[in-house]
């Protein structure tokens, strides 16, 4: 029986799997690494960038505020009076617990996982909402390149520090692209604007040790899937039903791979039963095949949003590895 | 090309700087501000058309409404003290537990570009709200509520109840946000479903004219 991440690699690099990788289970997250805050449920908090974030009880996550109070940017054209990156921690203290935690991880069983977010299309509209963002892309082109250069080269000096003190094996990176139908931007405005920040993040963390690259955009992004593929992903988790991802899978299945295709508000939900998800895992299993593809809940994490429903997908999905391989 | 359609050109172009002084050159021409008006609904309805088809994305329906909205400030003063083409007002809110606004604020944009008159009443709103927004505002035709999240989606269907068991007449409740469908809609008691901003405009302008 191959480890699970040797089962990962055969499955992504085109050779002989021996079962469906189950979700994360092939990442470690060391989660102790310093980084943004993030708020708990019933939680408003202010980041480090100063970005108000309200996570409404009982909901299921947080939120920016962008009222005139709270926006951190309100003038793309002074970005630099507004948006002051936070210091990077470099005590050995603040990073102790994580490389105490990464140190415990048998990497030729797991890949030794950090968790980055947000990206830098979503850092824009944290910052100042996401109309203002998306409007200064055709109004102040010149301040936005300026502002996603600032915030690439902060995403840099970050991932420098978690090549120094962790050695990650795999970087499991957040930037939301899309709404579940569409990409955000066009193609064109993604090429020009964010293709070029993300190839020097992902080449910086590819040149220094990380093997894998696994971004996260729980939507529909089949249009920039080209862009992905240069910009070094090697698999895009979260991509919907709605991105036809069989079609995505025999399409550019050599070049990336494809994580989800179980779209988590449809198994995910108060009312969820394990019939619910069991049919939604054998429809992805079969239409999506062995390789190039990673039945998972297109949620950005290892966890789901109901008890149980995160460890229920897993059991469908070994039920179909006995059906199937 | 007639200046209208030079008006229409500009404001699907999303050129905000150029369309007032084309709203004012259409005028000096000699047409009617409600022509010109009518001329600039027209383009955004071709907008949300092309944003439904996905040959638009959201920051160019964003650059045109705001070039609708430029040219609608030269018309203003022009419509004071008469009747306009308003199909009537919409309150507008993403349900209480969500604080979705893009959804809802891409909605807004095009059913107020459709001829509405809007009454936002933002993220996080209670069916108290919405109900209270109905009995303060004028001319009330559409309520449109927004939701992102599955867990919201209890909200939406006791904000419709509260809307529909008020009393209060004379207006349509249209649902919509990425967890809900048409089936959902018609379950919880919704009067019209739209997937995206675009369809929202046309439902609305049906819902009302009805």
């Known amino acids: ?325 | 090309m007639s200046k209208i359609n030079e008006v229409k050109a500009m404001v699907e172009a999303g050129k905000a700087r150029l369309v007032p002084g084309l709203v004012q050159e259409a005028l000096a021409e000699g047409n009617a501000a409600k022509d010109i008006l009518q001329g600039m609904v027209d383009s955004m309805r071709v907008v949300g058309d092309l944003f439904s088809a996905g040959e638009l994305f959201v920051p160019e329906m964003l650059m045109a409404a705001k070039a609708m909205s430029k040219g609608v400030e030269v018309l203003k003063p022009l419509f004071e003290d008469q009747s306009t083409s308003s199909l009537g007002t919409c309150i507008i809110g993403t349900v209480e537990g969500d604080l979705h606004d893009i959804g809802k604020n891409l909605v807004s944009m095009m059913i107020g570009s459709a001829g509405f008159d809007m009454v936002d009443l933002g993220v996080d709103v209670t069916p108290a709200k919405f109900v209270e927004a109905v009995k303060d505002n004028e001319n009330v035709k559409i309520v449109a509520c927004s939701g992102l999240l599955t867990t919201t989606m209890t909200k939406m269907q006791e904000t419709v109840q509260a809307l529909k068991a008020s009393g209060l007449t004379g207006f349509e409740v249209i649902v919509g946000g990425a967890p809900v469908s048409a089936e959902y809609a018609a379950s919880i008691g919704a009067d019209g479903f739209a997937p995206d901003a675009g369809s929202a405009a046309v439902k609305a302008v049906e819902l009302a004219k009805n």
């Open chain 1, 1 to 325: 029986m191959l480890t699970k991440k040797q089962n990962l690699l055969e499955t992504i690099k085109g050779g002989n799997p021996d079962r469906f990788v189950k979700q994360y289970e092939f990442m470690h997250f060391i989660m102790e690494a310093p980084g943004g805050r993030f708020p708990q449920p019933g939680e408003t908090i202010k980041n480090d960038w100063g970005i108000t974030f309200k996570w409404p009880e009982g909901q299921l996550g947080g939120f920016p505020v962008h009222d005139d109070e709270h926006k951190v940017l309100k003038d793309i054209t002074e970005w630099k009076k507004y948006v002051k990156a936070p210091v990077i921690p470099t005590s050995d203290e603040a990073w102790a617990a994580a490389i105490a935690h990464a140190n415990t991880v048998d990497r030729n069983e797991e890949f030794v996982t950090l968790f980055v977010a947000p990206g830098v299309f979503e850092m824009t509209h944290h910052l100042m909402s996401m109309e203002d963002a998306l409007m200064a892309l055709y109004e102040e082109p010149e301040a936005m390149h300026e502002l996603i250069d600032y915030l690439t080269e902060h995403e840099l000096a970050y991932a420098k520090a978690l090549i120094d003190h962790i050695h990650p094996d795999c970087i499991f990176h957040h930037d939301d692209w899309g709404s579940q139908k569409s990409s955000f931007i066009s193609p064109a405005m993604f090429e020009e604007f964010f293709l070029p920040a993300y190839k020097k993040i992902y080449a910086f963390y590819k040149a220094n040790g990380v093997e894998l690259i696994v971004h996260h955009s729980d939507s529909y992004a089949a249009n920039l899937v080209p862009f992905m593929i240069e910009m070094g992903v090697d698999i895009w988790q979260g991509v919907m039903t709605t991105n036809n991802t069989p079609e995505l899978v025999k399409q550019y299945g050599s070049q990336i791979s494809f994580m989800g295709d179980i779209d988590s508000g449809v198994v995910d939900f108060p009312a969820w039963t394990p019939e619910i998800v069991a049919k939604e895992v054998e429809r992805a299993c079969r239409n999506c095949g062995k390789l190039y593809f990673i039945p998972c809940l297109t949620q950005g994490g290892n966890w789901s949003s109901f008890p149980g429903v995160y460890d229920s997908t897993n059991e469908a999905i070994e039920k179909m590895t006995k059906e199937m391989f």
